[in-house]
């Protein structure tokens, strides 16, 4: 019923959605929200970078190495490619992987976007929730582990700690998380001074550890040994992972919030914590087995425990929402089967629960945490979803800035290469880590993206043959003029194509042989825009006969709801009233054929995911007692 087209210039503006709040509430907000992820890392990322997937030693030059590598891909990829150019590319005040493909969609000729690019955008969105299971299981799991610091026994019980606090997690979020995220801020404001403060201490004691922030030692770190320094990027890369956040939750606190919460405290914070790490490897190496920790003394460090876990349960807080965001644009553009998607907010519409979603990321969370045991193996299979998703990200980039910005070939170029070099170097170490656990991911992504797929490809070819066998609209109406009985009251028939009779109508007038006096074909399209604007929302067009073409607009950030756009237009469409409207559905059956298009496996699997697909009632919010459902049969 819904539909994805091309949106013009239709939509608010760019600010028109633009989080509300003044701006030091709105980076306290970010700062909770959008850098949990990256805030976290300094749990694991140093360590594994000398005690993971590849070791190596804890010397002066490696320590001072990784710093300075941590350092500049804060200042390439974060502040860069992120803060500065990505937080540009918005799409009517959206971002991530969907809105830039949407916003490359829009604004440029369709033949110039090949499929190629879409494919990445679509693959970009399946690593994501690679990446959404694995940020809950080794971010609690690393934090929970702080107690093997304090006492070696108690090592054993890390991993059921972290399974109690992860399933806990998921089963509060259908209450919502509006009351809570309120003190997510002030809590992560609270963490990443504690952070900086940790980290300050110990660097007073080595203030020669300063020395890290030239690219000097960085390149120092490479060549002395190439292949060593390439392995350890598969680990060093766990410092920026979350970075994509930053441009995924544009459309919930804006880019000025967003640069501010970064350049002012967490990338200060971060910079100062890592320091403060490796200072600790220069006085003390053998802190390599947790440097996070042992920054802390002992009287202290069941409160950083403590506070750590809260950091942690809050970074996987924000990718959980994050998730329930995706889906819902996904569901929204046409790449997912409708889902129940709930509302637990009534004033925040970003606030959505999609139970299966929640409960399929649970279980996989707990089986990750259960099979690989350990952060340090979790970290194994960390950083391809991340690395290749930045990788993506990066080639959207290059055509957004060439093609559409039209920057100069001056600024342009270097830019991408730059980008794309460090990019493409972190995505190759930490392919080196596949058969270690990183395959797990990948495997996540490639079922992930065969399901979007298949869903589109299916819909496609479901349209095709509607749109096929649909009867032209004057011979309809010339037919039903000549003797069909008319019925009092309005009649809602939805329709996928706007073209045609849809079968309902063709079923409901063949069986009942009657005609209500007033129809509404109407389809539902969701355009490429996050928003449509209340005045664009609905167009009417009159056939002839008490037939009426009506079309409503949403974007893939808004949740359809058909009763009230029409209410809205009644101007245009008449009143609905709700004891004398009814909506008429076509309930597709779905069977796999010989026709060219997909093959028969993935046909199957099409039709398995039509007959478990939520209802078009549920979804548009349809009133229950005024729905009639007729069944019908495509083979494709």
């Known amino acids: ?41 300094p749990l694991y990322a140093l360590k ?21 590598v941590i350092f500049w891909t804060f200042m390439i990829v974060v502040t860069l490619k992120y803060v500065v150019v990505m937080l540009r590319a918005d799409n009517k005040g959206e971002g991530g992987s969907l809105a830039l493909l949407a916003l490359l969609s829009r604004h440029g000729d369709r033949k110039r976007l090949t499929a190629g690019l879409t494919m990445l955008g679509v693959f970009a969105t399946a690593l994501f929730f690679g990446d959404a299971i694995i940020t809950p299981a080794i971010s609690v799991l690393s934090a929970v582990e702080g107690v093997g610091t304090i006492n070696a026994d108690f090592t054993p019980y890390a991993m059921p700690v972290a399974l109690v606090i992860i399933v806990g997690l998921f089963a509060v979020q259908r209450f919502g998380t509006a009351r809570v995220g309120a003190v997510f801020g002030p809590i992560m404001l609270g963490y990443f001074v504690i952070l900086a403060g940790l980290g300050a201490m110990a660097v007073a004691d080595r203030p020669d550890v300063i020395r890290a922030l030239s690219p000097v030692w960085a390149l120092r770190f490479v060549l002395d040994d190439p292949h060593l320094a390439f392995l ?29 919460a970064w350049l002012l405290f967490a990338f200060p914070a971060l910079m100062i914590n890592y320091l403060g790490q490796g200072a600790l490897l220069l006085e003390q190496p053998n802190a390599i087995a947790n440097p996070f920790y042992l920054l802390a003394s002992e009287a202290w460090r069941l409160p950083l425990i403590v506070l750590a876990v809260v950091a942690t349960i809050i970074a996987s807080q924000a990718v959980i929402t994050g998730a329930f965001s995706v889906v819902r644009q996904a569901v929204q553009l046409g790449l997912v089967p409708r889902l129940t998607i709930r509302h637990t907010s009534r004033i925040a519409e970003g606030q959505i629960y999609v139970p299966l979603i929640n409960w399929l990321l649970c279980v996989s969370v707990v089986v990750l945490v259960v099979v690989f045991g350990n952060s340090s193996n979790l970290a194994s299979a960390y950083g391809i979803a991340v690395t290749g998703t930045m990788a993506i990200t990066t080639l959207m980039l290059a055509v957004l800035v060439t093609q559409y910005w039209n920057w100069p070939r001056w600024l342009s170029w270097p830019l991408i290469a730059l980008l794309g070099l460090v990019d493409l170097t972190y995505f190759a170490s930490n392919l080196t880590k596949f058969f270690d656990g990183g395959w797990f991911p990948v495997v996540i992504a490639l079922i992930s993206f065969t399901l979007l797929t298949t869903w589109a490809k299916g819909r496609e070819l479901v349209h095709v043959e509607l749109k096929g066998g649909a009867m032209p609209i004057e011979v309809f109406v010339k037919s039903v003029s000549q003797g069909v009985h008319r019925i009092r009251g309005t009649a809602v028939y939805l329709t996928s194509a706007a073209v045609g009779i849809p079968p309902a109508l063709l079923h409901n007038l063949k069986h009942n042989q009657v005609l209500h006096e007033r129809v509404l074909l109407t389809t539902v399209k969701v355009l490429n825009v996050p928003y449509v604007r209340d005045e664009d929302r609905v167009s009417v067009e009159a056939l002839g006969g008490g037939l009426n073409r009506v079309v409503i607009r949403y974007g893939f950030s808004e949740d359809p709801d058909i009763p009230a756009a029409l209410a809205a237009a009644r101007d245009e469409v008449g009143v609905c009233d709700a004891m004398t409207t009814s909506y008429f559905l076509s309930r597709q059956t779905v069977i796999a054929g010989s026709k060219p298009g997909m093959a028969r496996w993935r046909e199957r699997l099409f039709a398995w995911m039509v007959r478990n697909s939520a209802t078009a009632m549920d979804f548009f919010k349809l009133p229950p007692n005024r729905v009639v459902e007729l069944g019908s049969q495509i083979t494709i």
């Not at 594994?48 to 300075?68: A, K, N, Q």
Request: glycine letters at 14%.
């Open 232 to 260: 350890a990027l598969g680990s060093i890369v766990l410092s920026v992972t979350g970075a994509e956040a930053l441009y995924a939750d544009l459309g919930h606190y804006g880019a000025k919030p967003i640069r501010f």
């Open 1 to 41: 019923m819904n539909d994805m087209t091309d949106a013009g210039t239709t939509g608010h503006s760019a600010d028109a959605h633009a989080p509300r709040g003044s701006t030091p509430l709105l980076t306290l907000g970010a700062l909770g929200v959008v850098f949990g992820d990256i805030g976290t890392s």
């Open 48 to 68: 594994e970078s000398f005690i993971g997937h590849h070791p190596m030693p804890v010397t002066e030059l490696r320590v001072l190495g990784v710093l300075s």
